[in-house]
């Protein structure tokens, strides 16, 4: 589904992605682990478009998406969350979820005044399939309260909902586990699960929570320095030497 091709991020002078290769098969949920600083927050922004390499490519369901803007890779079905969530604060979470679906008639004020009974017909498809998003995040006991006032698990599953009211194909979690609460967590890893398994979404996950990782990832991509260190099932990475002691903080005999 996506192909990262020997990419290359370089902030004057600070090279933070560094010859960047892997494969994400369709239908996985891919871990990508790594110290803070390793670079994977710069290399979901250049997959996402919110940054362009300086040198690689990146291939989205065999077509080159290297300079493609992030609108234009929503409309094609790749979409992400932020490890702080987005949210629009003063808005409920029912209205969150219905700004989402592009292409709304009511956003054209022409359409409002001459086609009103459309309008009016897609806002209520919309605000149905908002409320289903809701029930299945098992949120709609909140579904009326200020955005801004949910807590940070609620938040979370909340941007895993955004992304439920797309076409989307392939979504990036950017740390979902930070700030949630380890019952909200469990709940947070069922749902990816599901959405994956029965809903055929690819995921790419970074996160620093081992136990996350373990449960939901094959493969897992550990990066150190802007480089993948080494690739493989969780087992793999984790005992693997350099892993240990570059992200894990031990050594080989501390891991004995």
């Not at 992605?17 to 979901?44: D, M, Y």
């Not at 409002?112 to 605000?127: A, F, H, M, P, R």
């Not at 136990?211 to 990832?217: P, Y």
Request: charged fraction near 25%; proline fraction near 4%.
């Amino acid at each position: 589904m996506l192909e990262l091709d020997q990419l290359v991020m370089d902030f004057s002078g600070f090279r933070a992605v560094n010859g960047c290769s892997f494969r994400v098969e369709e239908g996985s949920i891919t871990g990508l682990i790594g110290p803070n600083g390793a670079g994977k927050t710069t290399l979901f922004n250049l997959i996402a478009g919110a940054l362009h390499p300086t040198s690689g490519k990146i291939r989205f369901l065999g077509e080159d998406v290297t300079h493609l803007a992030s609108h234009q890779l929503f409309h094609k079905g790749l979409v992400r969350t932020f490890q702080i969530p987005h949210e629009f604060h003063k808005l409920t979470a029912l209205e969150n979820l219905m700004m989402v679906p592009p292409s709304q008639p009511g956003e054209n004020l022409k359409s409002n005044w001459l086609s009103w009974g459309k309008v009016k017909s897609t806002e209520s498809d919309v605000e149905r399939q908002a409320y289903e998003t809701l029930e299945f995040l098992e949120l709609t006991h909140v579904a009326h309260e200020r955005a801004g006032n949910l807590s940070g698990g609620q938040k979370k599953l909340l941007e895993l909902g955004r992304t439920m009211m797309t076409e989307a194909k392939l979504v990036l979690l950017d740390e979902p586990a930070a700030g949630v609460n380890r019952t909200l967590l469990r709940k947070l890893e069922k749902k990816i699960e599901i959405l994956n398994k029965e809903r055929a979404y690819t995921f790419i996950l970074i996160e620093h929570d081992m136990e996350m990782i373990e449960k939901l990832c094959d493969p897992v991509v550990c990066m150190a320095e802007g480089r993948v260190l080494i690739e493989g099932s969780f087992q793999t990475v984790r005992s693997n030497p350099q892993v240990l002691e570059a992200y894990l903080g031990e050594t080989t005999g501390d891991a004995a």
